[in-house]
């Protein structure tokens, strides 16, 4: 279990010379569920891949696990949003779940008895066994999200990026996700969601990111999750929840 902290130091990210996230900065230790919020537009899928070097920086540093990324990348797993994914490419659930086994597999090896067993084992973590000769096109939008974490569970990596898991999923899927991401956490498993419902914030999460293409706040979310600071972020009145959150 890695201890070290996650560390983005004066991170700066523009298109086209438009300034996309500016002077943004934070630092979490291993073993935490990490929610990055913001209004649409605010910069939160970009700068997540920016932290992951999928995209380039203008400037500003990131260290996982105490290395760069390029370092401990195999300890590293994304799961982009479904509208960034090819679903008419064909492949079966089974083998789209094997592929997170390829990053801990030596040049020119390819998976094995061992390897697919534990992609089955994967599978049946997140409920989906049942499903896999199925083409990932035929699948519900739940579905293949459950299927991608699978495949995320499969390269048994350390840190977690997924950017929006909860969008246009039913509320199974959503229970699954939640609880397995949960259980990674409890393992010491650091993980980051990009996130939209403010309602599921403070049962979700232990900390917070609160960023509109600049940071708002950063840190335990019953210090980051506070009126003053959601209104502050989304430009306008929200209301209030029963607790100390916010809804919309």
Known sequence: MLKEAVSVQNLYVSYYGKEVIRDVSFSFEAGNLIGIVGPNGAGKSTMMKAVLGLIPKDSGTVEIGGKSIDQIRKKIAYVPQR????????????????????????????????????????????????????????????????????????????????DEPFVGIDVASEEVIIKILK???????????????????ETYFDDLILINKELYGAG????????????????????????SGVGV
């Open 220 to 243: 335990p979310v019953n210090k980051v999750f506070l009126p003053e600071n959601m209104e502050k972020c989304f430009k306008m009145r929200l209301g209030l929840s029963a607790s």
């Open 83 to 162: 509208s960034n994914i090819d679903w008419d490419f064909p492949i079966i659930v089974r083998d789209t779940v094997l592929l997170g086994t390829y990053p801990n597999l030596g040049i020119f090896r390819r998976p094995g008895k061992k390897e697919r067993e534990w992609a089955s084992q994967c599978l049946e973590e997140v409920g989906m066994q049942d499903f896999s000769e199925r083409q990932i096109a035929e699948l519900s939008g739940g579905q293949q999200q459950r299927v991608f974490l699978a495949r995320a569970l499969a390269q048994n990596a350390e840190y977690f990026f997924l």
């Open 183 to 201: 259980q990674l956490r409890n393992q010491g498993k650091t993980i980051f969601v990009v996130h939209h419902d403010l309602s599921k914030v």
